[in-house]
């Protein structure tokens, strides 16, 4: 992980939410340092007392590590800085050590090509400097470097404990894999630890809605994916709907966001089939095959067994429907992972689930069972 610190942020008038649990622990299971935030605590109709027990007893906090502020009024936002100051370790790292740097966001600029930002563990980087990834090989010549300040403001070099920004011409994000190592050129070492490929959770078909809009169709996707390394495109032909492109997605929400950005960007009329997930089959010669569609499945004589997607599911309710919630989660064939009281009015319950069971209706069925008080968030949990 690239950072030694988080801000938690919760917010008073909602309470935690599922989204916040699964940020925790991501943090906590990384040994990051935290720094909880109380937001909104100036609205009259908040339950303060209630929501500051519930964050001492969720996140094991301690009384006056809890920083209570309103972003709206002000009050309390002068303590954050100073608590980020004080808890916040040094930054490590070398300057003398030969180079490597941790890459944890990029984007792509129009005139610039891809931004990297980058936090330097050891070594110095300037200008004309050549650089190589650990995850691709590939080498690249520092053009332009920096830090936020907050835009970006361009520095003679960087120093290793510093974070900034370095540009070198790289064409798409999807060179950019967040937790790549860069190392100095011909001086490749030991990767730092946490590196993961995005994996598409979420897969759908998109197609023009006229045949003539192909062309265009296929600009925006390709425009949209450049500042979108999380989207995998495959092209793709239906014997209904003719021409377009598979695409996979980090989740459903990130489904919604792309179909949207592509009808209210760029002016697309797209037809989108009901989202799905790849399967692994395993055949009896001991070789895997992905599947993402049923005339992929291999024929029976060779199939040995399949696994399915799973999530780590997070759902956070009042206590009076758990009934309906157990219920709700073992039909969709869910196993039951831990629970847990974070009031004495709400429950927090983590199930282990089939992705296949959530990407359709379920996050509907939670809301509907819980007359919308309910949050839900999930992550990936290997197959099954």
Partial sequence: MCFIENILLVDAAQGIQAQTVANFFLAFQNDLEIITCLNKVDLQHVDLPAVYA????????????VLKLSAKTGVGCDTVLPAVVDRMPCPKGDREKPLRALLFDSWFDEYKGVVCLLELMDGILKPGDKIESAHSGRSYEILDLGILHPETTPTQALYAGQVGYIVTG??????????DTFFALGERGEPLPGFKEAKALVFAGIYPMDSSEHD????????????DAGVTVAKTRSSALGFGWRLGFLGLLHMEVFQQRLEEDYGANVVVTAPNVAYKAKLVDGTDVVVESPEQFP??????????PMVMGTLIFPA?????????????????H?????????????????T??????????????SAGY???????HGYE
């Fill in 338 to 354: 831990d629970m847990s009281y974070i009031d004495e009015t709400r429950v927090s319950l983590r199930y282990v689930l089939p």
């Fill in 170 to 179: 790289m064409k798409t994000t999807k060179e950019a894999r967040v937790g």
């Fill in 320 to 336: 009076e429907y758990i009934g309906k919630m157990l219920n709700l989660c073992e039909t969709r064939r869910g196993t039951q």
């Fill in 54 to 65: 519930s964050v001492l007893n969720v996140f094991g906090a301690e009384e006056d590590e």
């Fill in 374 to 380: 309910a949050s839900f968030d999930y992550e990936d």
């Fill in 299 to 308: 024929a029976n004589q060779k199939l040995d067994y399949i696994e399915e």
């Fill in 216 to 227: 265009s169709m296929r600009s925006a996707i390709e425009k949209l994916t450049l500042n």
């Fill in 356 to 369: 296949a069971e959530i990407i359709t209706d379920f996050y509907d069925e939670v809301k509907s069972i």
